[in-house]
């Protein structure tokens, strides 16, 4: 099932997620849910708390090759157990930011731990796009948004333009 996605401002995309104690079919239903969202925004990575589920639960896809196999992947209660000195910078954007686009500097490569869906702990080192995408999620996860990263002036212009689009889509 496609949930509505939150739009910044909202208090819960402020807020941190609680860590899940359970891999349970709620669960299970969630992440489903959560990737169809994804797929269907479109979008490379998508986490709880921006469908309004406070929870430490993040999904992500970031295979972008034309007639590649698509590489789902849910991460449950997942940590940055290690970062490198080496950064890079991409050019972010978010579903819960429609349209907006900044470059943000990160470690280049990190590795994670998380629990899957079997309730089995997993980690991988990841690189790239991947690298840069799970920290935006795990970012997510703890009530922090790309554009907290942004000078303040051009983060306040980022969210009038979305109080605009709010307010434009209330009336709609
Ligand atoms: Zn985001």
């Not at 500097?105 to 690189?127: C, N």
């Not at 840069?132 to 980022?158: A, N, S």
Request: charged share 30%.
């Amino acid at each position: 099932m496609i949930r509505p996605i939150l739009i910044h401002p909202d208090p819960r995309l402020k807020k941190p997620a609680d860590p899940v104690d359970t891999v349970d079919d709620d669960l299970r239903t969630l992440a489903a849910d959560m990737l169809e969202t994804m797929y269907d925004a479109p979008g490379i990575g998508l986490a709880a708390p921006q469908i309004g589920v406070m929870q430490r639960v993040l999904v992500m896809d970031c295979v972008k090759e034309e007639g590649a196999e698509p590489r789902p992947m849910v991460l449950i209660n997942p940590e940055v157990t290690w970062a490198s000195d080496e950064v890079s910078i991409y050019e972010e954007g978010c579903l819960s930011i429609p349209e907006q686009y900044a470059d943000v500097e990160r470690p280049a490569e990190v590795k994670v731990a998380w629990t899957d869906l079997d309730g089995a702990e997993r980690s991988e080192h990841f690189t790239g796009l991947w690298a840069t995408c799970v920290q935006h999620e795990i970012d997510h996860l703890d009530g922090k948004l790309f554009i907290d990263y942004l000078k303040p002036l051009k983060r306040q212009m980022i969210t009038r333009k979305m109080q605009k689009l709010k307010r434009e889509r209330a009336r709609a």
